[in-house]
């Protein structure tokens, strides 16, 4: 009976601090229980595994850049989802987004790759991808603003048109033909590749990233446009009564977001693939909702949480060879850690407070 | 209260803190150490990158083969690194230029997508073999350490479409089906001299115990998608189609088959397990023949082929046990003597007498130039040297007899 005086209660507010140590302890325990079922299904000792996890990631200095490159594609595609997400428009169309950007990079490196001076052509390609990522936002978009159609099942289904908008065009791109595969694309000249910077291959895929982020978080809190957005969120009534025009920032954010996602299309044909086909995503569209959300839109936390999610993809396959697991064993790990840190959430929202009454009596 | 109960989640938080910092540090080490010790020792590695993992058709063949190579050599598992589930693209580089910086000597890749990725890592490491399937580059790439490699598929495929005519044959005599009914299915994956040359093969295989036999091809544009293989199976048989066989790597199409009850010969692996009253057999690949061969060669320093395909002559390819539930009568005996003649190179699969494009024979429409000159090279001695002159399959022609339905 003197337990019975646990009860829960809303936390009026909780300090940065509290609320990292929390989600550590909750990555902490997920590990612990991810070591369990490691042990009991495959009775491998969890502590090599994760080891090979880490090694698989970042053990030698090329895995670390090729893990930095898909970090930045994933962070740069869940910036970009954000100033629509915090306007509450429920962006979902990332992929097609993306899709849209990688065909416009690869269109314009396989017309007009080895006729202009590749300094000129990366700079149309970054141009082409925003604008077509952006083509593929306005469309719901003005459909939101002018007949508020639902913007969900709207921008999903786009992602399947650029799906099969992309199936065409690899019609005429194919070798040979009727195999499907592009193929490596300018590989004698590297026409439209993103050229070393700083010397490393992909020095400068960590430049743009981090300017994307950087300049996406000055916009959204220190401009008016990133004002104005986040009250049309709030409340579409309150904006318009304060003079906000309300279908030009739904087009003008959901452009921009559209614009972001379309640019991480060219960084993975221009900066790490080279080719183009439908799986050109991965699903990073989708994996980008859980990233913003997870970090409730702080550019920080979603570089670490893009970080965490392809620290353990990497490490999957490293840990499928050196043990013969399959990889979905990662997916398990991944699974139970995003478990943990979304039910943290619960003890960042509320405490566990225990009644006087017992106090009293010790 | 709150202050008390602060500290203590603190003081847990500190401690988890510690202990997972312990456990990543020495973790670490040891992944270090491991890396080092490989490095040291100039042990013979091979590494392999597959497309699939062990649930999906294809690559459970060629892992398989791989196995077969490391009871063949000896090689211990430290000795083989399999990366799984690489897709075709940059990921595919990323791991072969991770497998060779491992020590690896010999690299192996499974998809057809996989080829520009391992040229380009293929001209980064000189010293390292790079072996790919289905591919035809390696000839062209004039890199001495490229190679390409492809079992000749189309014999085995050949014996399977026996199989399936005599099953035709059975179900006409049965009264089942007239001789003019006898319409074929083939599930396809992408339209292209791989899928093309398979089918063709399977169809001659039937053609040659089944006159009146033809065939309607319809594509998934996918290797592997279950469901699509399965409608597009179902689809088939609803146009009319007694009989399917498959080039796609799921078990879709024999899915689709034993629930409808009609005959089927699949690919890659035995499925009589999904289809215990519809299989007849599979067309399907040994690997590890070559696997077996290559990492031997590689192993005491000598050349690799640019080109290898070898078939029944050398193992390499075979069918699964025929299906005696479903297969006609006197099957395994026909099949065997098939078998024996393509051994032997008195029965080549594309004799140029057996089939007709557009009405005539390939050497008359070569002899009269245009379209079909570039067919010479293939044609000579009355029969398509398929997969002689580059391992990939090469024949791509449309013969008469098979509707092919593209979408």
Redesign the interface.
Known sequence: MKFSGMRIRKRSKISKG?AV?VR??AI?LA?IVSGFIIVAITKLNP??V???I??GAI??S??VW?TIRDIIILLVVSVGLVPAFKMKFWNIGAEGQMLMGGLAASALMIYVGNSIPNGLLLLLIVIASCVAGMLWGIIPAFFKAKYNTNETLFTLMMNYVAMQFT?FCIVFWEK??????V??IN?ASGAGWFPPFLGQKYGLNLLFGILVTVILALYLKHTKHGYELSVVGESPDTARYAGINVKRVIVRTVALSGAICGFAGSLIVSG????I?T??T?GRGFTAIIVAWLAHFNSFIMAAVSALLVFMEKGA?QI??QF?L??NVSSIITGIILFFLIGSEFFNNY????D?SE?EEK | MTKKSLKKLLVVAFVALFTTGAIFASGSQEADTQESGAQEASVFKVGVIYVGDENEGYTEAHMKGIEEMKSVLGLSDSQVIEKANIPESEACYDAAVDLASQGCSLIIANSFGHEDYMLQAAKEYPEVQFCHATGYQAGLSGLSNMHNFMPAVYQSRYVAGVAAGLKLNDMIANGTITAEDCKMGYVGAYPYAEVVSGYTSFYLGVKSVCPTATMVVRYTNSWADMTLEKETADALIAEGCVLISQHADTTGAPTACEAKNIPMVGYNVDMTTVAPNSAITSAALNWGAYYAYAAKLVKDGETVPVDWSKGYTDDAVYITPINTNVAAAGTQERVDEVIAAIKSGDLNVFNTSTFTVNGEKIEDLIAAGGDFEKYGQYVSDGYFHEQEIGSAPAFDLRIDGITELTN
């Open positions: 509290e140590i550590l302890i902490v590990l502590l090599q994760y080891a090979g880490i090694d053990g030698t090329r895995r090729v199936t040979p033909k009727g195999s499907n595969t193929g490596i590989a790490g693939s080279h080719t086909s799986s050109l991965g396959v499928a060879s013969g399959n990889h405490e566990v407070v225990f006087n106090a």
